[in-house]
């Protein structure tokens, strides 16, 4: 029997210690400096990277990496437990070593990278010395990357690139991109696609807009035009016609880091839900003293325990198979479950602070903002929920009776089983 819901004591320690130095000196940065993924900016070098070294110091950079690439091989479990603190903030994923799409990146480089395309690509990131990009949705499809039409040529020892990406976030502070391109179109229709490392530098790649999302103070999401650009063939990421199953790689530890970076996002919102509720007098006694209030407080309260749970699961279970498809269903079940627990605490933490809750000077808007984002962002919440579906159909099969399982039959059965054991079972038939 080895459950156990205890976090290790000297971990404890260090989630303490990372409690402390997120709200004091890490969540100012949330106030003054502009995008998190600007590392090239004076300000960032100047207030982030101090903070940087002293969360080295400490041993927590980069937890998400093993020790052979720089970081600490804690696991996802433990990863679950300091990304729901680093969640509450906009720069503690910068401060820590683990921010999206950086974090992902980095782990399909590990995984499928050469030894050249480690040095010159992978090295760098790690360092948070440069930051990356992931160049996969088209204008004209996001949830079907079976629709792409972005496609590279081998002409020669290069990659010939043509085609457009929409959203590719980061893609104006990156100086890298991972681009998935068609590269044998006459393929099956999982293996038609590849990815390439594209240096964002290089000729004939043309951001065409900036887009920016409610609550970034930067725009950063990219229309891309990618015209005659030409890469070096080895700049191929895995193999040829294996860009899902690089996808796929990169996805689900991004999809989980989400999940427990949203448990932060919640509780931030919750907190300032039961302060308000408690600070609040209005007709006669404390918004907490109002039933519809306590509700509110409640279903909240359950709702972040509830998701919070899915996730420690989910966390623990990655770390027993070091597989992602054997959680693919469990890693879509909290895709899934993000956007409402967000959207569902957030709207609520905003309702309960009145004409203060909508004001710009309150975080909800933004964080309700947010909980749309996630349920776009690596997938629409409906393909996930068709994921689960599906996985969870094949275990079923259907009958081949008229009717359901039903009383009858069942307890026609059940007095089979019992024939000659009980007093009253004379006469029991079923038609
Ligand atoms: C903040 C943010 C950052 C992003 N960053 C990146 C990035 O760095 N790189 C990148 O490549 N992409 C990025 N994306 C794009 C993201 O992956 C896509 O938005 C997502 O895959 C959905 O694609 P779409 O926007 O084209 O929507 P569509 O595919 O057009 O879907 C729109 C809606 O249609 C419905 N729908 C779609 N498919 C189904 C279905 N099978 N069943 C039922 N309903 C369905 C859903 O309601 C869905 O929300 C980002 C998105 C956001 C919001």
New binding site residues.
């Given amino acids: 029997m080895s459950w156990n819901f205890e976090t290790d004591p000297k971990f404890q320690e260090k989630l303490d210690w990372v409690d402390r130095f997120v709200r004091e000196e890490v969540e100012p940065l949330d106030f003054v400096l502009s995008s998190p993924h600007a590392v090239k900016d004076p300000n960032f070098i100047r207030l982030v990277r101090p903070l940087q070294e002293k969360v080295k110091k400490e041993e927590l950079w980069a937890c998400h990496l093993g020790p052979e690439l720089g970081g600490r091989g804690y696991g996802q479990l433990k990863l679950s437990l300091l990304n729901e603190i680093l969640g509450r903030t906009e720069f503690g994923p910068t401060v820590f070593g683990t921010a999206a799409?950086d974090t992902g990146n980095a782990e399909i480089l590990a995984h499928y990278g050469t030894k050249e395309q480690k040095k010159r690509f992978l090295e760098p990131l790690l360092a948070n010395e440069i930051v990356s990009?992931?160049?996969?949705?088209e204008p004209h499809?996001?949830?079907?990357p079976l629709v792409f039409t972005c496609k590279a040529e081998l002409v020669g020892n290069e990659w010939v690139i043509n085609g457009e990406?929409w959203?590719?976030?980061n893609a104006n502070l990156a100086d890298f991109l991972i681009v998935m391109v068609v590269t044998e179109p006459d393929g099956p229709p999982h293996e038609r696609m590849s990815m390439l490392l594209v240096p964002t530098n290089t000729p004939g790649v043309e951001i065409l807009r900036v887009t920016g999302?409610v609550g970034e103070k930067m725009p950063t999401?990219c229309y891309i035009r990618y015209n005659n650009v030409r890469v070096p063939a080895d700049y191929l990421l895995g193999k040829r016609g294996g860009g899902f199953i690089v996808a796929q790689t990169r996805l689900g530890g991004g999809r989980i880091h989400h999940a427990m970076r949203t448990i932060g996002n919640a509780r931030k919102a919750f907190d300032m839900m039961c302060e308000r509720a408690l600070s609040r007098f209005t007709q006669g006694s404390r918004l907490s003293e109002k039933q519809s209030v306590q509700e509110m407080v409640a279903d909240s309260w359950i709702e972040i325990e509830q998701f919070r749970l899915l996730v420690l699961r989910t966390a623990w279970l990655i770390d027993k198979h070091q597989d992602y498809k054997k959680v693919r269903r469990d890693i879509a079940a909290i895709k899934a479950a993000m956007p409402k627990l967000l959207h569902d605490v957030a709207s609520r933490a905003l309702h309960i602070h009145g004409s203060y809750g909508i004001s710009d000077e309150a975080p909800f808007m933004t964080l309700v903002a947010r909980s749309y984002?996630i349920g776009?962002?690596?997938?629409?919440t409906?393909?996930h929920k068709?994921t689960i579906a599906r996985q969870t159909l094949r275990e079923y099969a259907p009958t081949t009776e008229l009717f359901p399982r039903s009383r009858p039959l069942m307890e026609f059965a059940a007095r089979e089983k019992f024939r000659g054991m009980l007093d009253d079972l004379a006469g029991a038939e079923v038609a």
């Fill in positions: 799409p990009c992931f160049s996969m949705t499809g996001g949830a079907d990406k959203f590719s976030s999302v999401h984002i776009l962002a690596d997938g629409p409906e393909v068709h």
